[in-house]
């Protein structure tokens, strides 16, 4: 059993379909533990065997898990299993140890090996890929800015790095403006920003353009920054890129970025 286990292993780095077998089998470790947790202590035997204490112990474990499990509701991206893990991990070990000694083995070696899973293919891993396919994280570089330090990615410290000297060289003042869903560019920059927003779609629509406007006009802000692959809200309108490239008209692309900025 031993040796199929570690196979499996082997066989989750190289091919897509177990990875995603292996993967999906352990998403479903929580309602499966409780319900064959609550099977098991409410067995005849378990009831005579076990004490009191013990069972509501056990039963308390199940139950945080479950109610743990409701954070992958609505939305069960595979990084909030992670949230979910350690609390599965203590309820497989609750009710493991609640079964007689001869029924432990199966079950712990089951669980081992999720552990070794999670140990070798999905911490080495990284968000993107995770659920998905094995592949090695490629954050591999230090990102080489005075508020950097994080490792990231070759292509990103490329473009952050070029994204700030850039937008240095050409703030006239403390504030500039990086839209949409880009906060981490008035952060890295040292730049403030002139509106109250940091996830654009969370911004009231109806004359959002004019507000925008009047707020670079009010701090002075000569220099701007559009993300043209936001993670969660659309585009700027056609509008707003009208007017900030009426405004801004020298400009110059770093990477998904597009600066612009006038004298």
Known sequence: MVLMLAAGLQAASEHFFVYQLVWYSIRTLAPVTVL?????????RSVARLSSLRC????LMLCVTAMVSLVQFPFSAPIYFCYVAPVIVLAVVAVVSSQERESRFAPAVVLCFYLVFGILWVNRGFIYNMGYIYAPSDQTEVLALDRGGLRVSPKDSQEYENLVATMQLHARGEFAYATPDCPEVYFLTGLRNPTRTIIDFFDDPIGRAARILDALEQHGVNVVALNHAPGYSDDPTPELVAALTARYPYAIEVGRFEVRWRE
Do not use: I, W
């Open 56 to 59: 509501q112990q056990a039963n």
């Open 36 to 44: 064959a947790g609550v099977m098991l202590l409410t067995h005849p």
